[in-house]
């Protein structure tokens, strides 16, 4: 079958993509502006042998999750800022016995019931530190529907790959826009399998992960017969130790090191008109979109303007933030919360670039023309043409 | 404990239709295969010991195969089962047990999914999920110790303390009233119903093995005793002293007149309740029929 493109809205794609990556379960509670998520799930889960499962809260969704992820399955929910916020427990649960599973968080404003349907960004700090103590946890950030598709299968992969919680962080404008998308075929896209360990059911108990080598856990109900705890547990047997601090800090540096050691392999980066740029924009999600126009009007004007855009936000994506902060003069972070990325870039900048902020909490999109306004300051001596 | 075993009673339904198990105690040996460790951070006098043998007593009696069980458990005294009991085995977040399991048994239908519970993992944070899963009928068997306390954090009240008793947190008395957990249970959906004591061993290892055995879900709750927090503020910190005083209070179901008071320790015990109607993880299945076939069609 030839790839023709099908008009889709950004959470049926994070729908197709869930079942392209071999999703098999779903629970979620409806709440705007995620819902269609779980209405196309309950609807193409069955048609795929998978189970759609509608919870009574968010907290027993991302629970009935982990026990899915357990017992073998794919897993996924998706919600909005307020469920975030209720399944943050259990993201921490899912994060220390490290359970492969994908969170889907379409951003609303808030706090609270805020603005049920305008978008935000205002979860990025709750996606890094939502849950309480140390962890690592991998975010990625659509900023179109193509990629409501492919960051969700990629958001799984990277869950199986390393046993962690991964957190697709859309939001109202992304989730409820429609656009042209060329579905990718069977073959098309990497899909990451779970596997089992090499090792015999008696031999387990004395193998451990290591960095460069995490073993898949086995599913619950086989010879294996493990045990899983969200009480800190000794790496190498598996056995609950709250004793011994040593223990404690080795697998609390261990659940942390597992990520920032793979950052490499798992940061993903669109940089646009960067070699020569003077100043960057450093936009993510649906802001991208705008910052992307506003490069191309000053680029077009021969202006140095280029573009950052993080597509893994957790982790942060430290080196190509030092390679910018040694080549522009300036940042510009338009966000649609007010400083929650931007303080993080200028930490990684430390000094070496003026960082400007520009937030937004009014449930708007920041447009091209606020974008380009921040721009014009930063090269007052230019004549600019108005397009 | 010989006098105690001799006393123990096997109840049939209220209705007569739900023949319990019979199941023939095992060996110390054959429950010991079935741990993990046989050391506990449970009290010396804490019943936690004794349901936890009549669990595998009830799996060993119905000869469930000990690679299908999954035992998932919240949080608290009761929680640390998960630990010592050599199944697959899930020691989850605080009163999230039951959600947890709506997962496994959905994912794999296969398994013997058994969801350990506190008082308070059951009643208090994670009612909603108790009632929930038994308006599902979801095919898991809910085990609740209920020592009407917190004990893990040191004897606060809980939905299931009595009115008027002490704890940590109700040192002029509690003055809110009690759960009984099997109604509760009952009015929300639950399809098997029973209650059990730590004082009558034989009873208790009988109805979890009627829980495991019926399609549905169904929740047992076993009367533990708490010696160290709850009977030294109530009742009595002697642990015999104190199963003397479950025996009194636990009244054969068949025997319990509806009209009496419930107030403090006097409820039936034995099979409450059992009925049959569709399981929510066979309903999916057929969903999954209608889905296929609409897609074909």
Known sequence: MAATAVLLQGNEAVAEGAIAAGARFFAGYPITPSTEIAEVLSQRLPQVGGTFIQMEDEIASIAAVCGASLAGKKALTATSGPGFSLMQEMIGFASMAQIPCVIVDVMRGGPSTGLPTEPSQGDVMQARWGTHGEHSVIALVPNSVMECYTLTVEAFNLSEQYRTPVIVLSDALIGHMREAVVVPQPGELRIAERGEPDCEPDEYDTVTSTLDNILPRPPLGSPFKVHVTGLVYNRLSGTPDTSDPAAAADLGRYLREKIYHHRDAIVRVEETAMEDAEIAIFAYGSVARSAKAVVKWARAQGVPVGMVRPITLWPFPTAAVDRMAEQVRAVIVPEMNIKQMSWEVQAAVAGRAKVVDHGRIDGKLITPAEIKELVKAQFPYHRWEEA | ?297
């Not at chain 2, 095992?26 to 506990?40: D, G, P, Q």
């Not at chain 2, 010396?44 to 595998?56: D, F, H, K, Q, V």
């Not at chain 2, 296969?110 to 308006?135: E, F, Y």
């Not at chain 2, 606060?156 to 009690?178: F, I, R, W």
Request: charged letters at 20%.
């Open chain 2, 1 to 297: 404990m010989t006098a105690l075993v001799d006393e123990q009673r096997l109840e049939e339904s209220p209705k007569g239709d739900y023949q319990l198990p019979k199941v023939k105690p095992h060996t110390t040996a054959e429950i010991k295969a079935h741990l993990r460790s046989a050391k506990t951070l449970w009290c010396p006098g804490c019943s936690n010991g004794t349901i936890t043998r009549a669990l595998i007593d009830a799996i060993l009696g119905l000869g469930l195969d000990p690679e299908k069980v999954v035992v998932v458990a919240g949080i608290g005294c009761s929680g640390r089962i998960s630990a010592y009991l050599d199944y697959s085995t899930v020691h989850t977040a605080h009163g999230r047990a039951l959600a947890v399991a709506t997962g496994v048994k959905a994912a794999d239908p296969s398994l013997h999914v058994i969801v350990t519970m506190g008082d308070g993992d059951s009643s208090a944070i994670g009612g909603n999920h108790l009632i929930h899963a038994a308006r599902r009928n979801i095919d898991v068997t809910a085990l609740v110790f209920n020592n009407s306390i917190y004990g893990m954090t040191g004897g606060q009240m809980s939905p299931t303390t009595h009115l008027g008793d002490k704890s940590t947190t109700s040192v002029y008395g509690n003055v809110e009233p009690a759960f009984d957990l099997c109604e509760l249970a009952h009015a929300a959906g639950a399809t098997y119903v029973a209650r059990g004591t730590s004082w009558a061993y034989q009873q208790l290892v009988s109805v979890i093995a009627g829980g495991l055995g019926h399609k549905g879900f169904s929740m047992v709750e076993a009367m533990a005793i708490c010696p160290v927090y709850y009977g030294r503020f109530n009742l009595t910190s002697d642990p015999a002293e104190f199963l003397r005083i479950q025996k009194e209070h636990a009244v054969p179901a068949n025997k319990f007149d509806e009209g009496e008071s419930r107030v403090r320790d006097h409820y039936p015990v034995g099979l409450l309740h059992h009925t049959e109607r569709d399981e929510f993880v066979a309903s999916l299945a057929k969903v999954r029929t209608r889905a296929q076939e609409a897609t074909r069609g």
